[in-house]
C-alpha cells in the first residue's frame, strides 16, 4: 500500500489554465506538505497544514491555493497556469509538525509541464 | 540565514571507494539535519539523520560527521555501490521552524561498476 500517494503522475497543460494535484496519506500523520522540485532539482517548500490548519506558507504566488478537506488529504489547486510553472510537486507528510522533527515521507510526485 | 549549501554538485566514484558530501549552514537555530535520498522519478526517502548533541552518526555504509562550531556537517557513503547512484540532499530544520526543512541545492552521486 502506497504511503502518500499523488494524482496525476504526469500533467501537460496550456498556459492560462487551471489545475488541482491531489495528495493523501493513510499513515495517520497529522502534517502534510507541498514542495516545489525545479528543473535544478532543487526542493523547496510552499505550504504546510498541521491538523488542516495551514502553518508554513512560503512566497508562493497567489495563484497557488492549497485546501486540506481532513488530515489524510491535502491538495494543491494551481490557477493561470504559467511556464514558470512547469516543475515537480512533491506531497509530503510527518507525524508531528509544530517544531518537532520527524521523518517526513514524500510521495511519487507529480510532474507539471506548462506548455 | 535559512540557506544550507552543499557540494559538490555532481561526483563520480568508482564502485567500492567512498563517496563524500559536505553541506554547511548558517543559522544556529538548526537542530535537525537529516540526509535525503532521490532516485530518478521517485520522491525523496530519508537516508540518515543526526542532531547536534553527537558529532557522528553511522548507519551501515552512512555515516554523518557533524561538526557543531564549524556549522558543517557531512554524508560518508562507504564501499559505494551502483545502487547508490542518486541525489542526495542534506537538509535543517530548527525548533519553532514548523517542520520546515530547508534543502540543500543536492548532489547526484554517479557509482561506476
Known amino acids: 500500500d502506497t504511503a502518500v500517494s499523488q494524482t496525476p503522475k504526469y500533467l501537460v497543460t496550456q498556459m492560462g489554465n487551471d489545475k488541482s494535484i491531489k495528495c493523501e496519506q493513510n499513515l495517520g500523520h497529522d502534517t502534510m506538505y507541498w514542495y516545489k522540485q525545479d528543473s535544478k532539482k532543487f526542493l523547496k517548500i510552499m505550504f504546510s497544514?498541521?491538523?488542516?490548519?495551514?502553518?508554513i506558507n512560503e512566497t508562493v504566488p497567489n495563484r497557488f491555493s492549497p485546501k486540506s478537506p481532513d488530515k489524510a488529504h491535502l491538495n494543491l489547486h494551481i490557477n493561470s497556469l504559467e511556464l514558470g510553472d512547469s516543475a515537480v510537486y512533491f506531497c509530503?507528510?510527518?507525524?508531528?509538525?509544530?517544531?518537532?522533527?520527524?521523518?517526513?515521507?514524500f510521495g511519487p510526485g507529480t510532474r507539471l509541464l506548462v506548455l | 540565514q535559512q540557506q544550507v549549501k552543499q557540494s559538490p554538485q555532481s561526483l563520480i566514484v568508482q564502485k567500492g571507494g567512498i563517496s563524500i558530501i559536505n553541506c554547511a549552514y548558517e543559522?544556529?537555530?538548526?537542530?535537525?539535519f537529516p540526509w535525503y535520498q532521490q532516485f530518478p522519478g521517485k520522491g525523496p526517502a530519508l537516508l540518515i539523520a543526526i542532531r547536534p548533541d553527537v558529532s557522528e552518526k553511522k548507519e551501515g555504509r552512512f555515516t554523518i560527521s557533524f561538526n557543531k562550531s564549524a556549522k558543517q556537517f557531512s554524508l560518508h557513503i562507504m564501499d559505494s555501490q551502483p545502487g547508490d547512484s542518486a541525489t542526495y540532499f542534506c537538509?535543517?530544520?530548527?525548533?519553532?521552524?514548523?517542520?520546515?526543512?530547508?534543502f540543500g541545492q543536492g548532489t547526484t552521486l554517479q557509482v561506476k561498476p
Open positions: 543559522n544556529t537555530a538548526f537542530d535537525y
Open positions: 537538509a535543517a530544520t530548527g525548533s519553532g521552524n514548523t517542520g520546515k526543512l530547508i
Open positions: 497544514y498541521n491538523n488542516k490548519e495551514l502553518i
Open positions: 509530503a507528510s510527518s507525524a508531528v509538525g509544530g517544531g518537532l522533527k520527524e521523518t517526513q515521507y
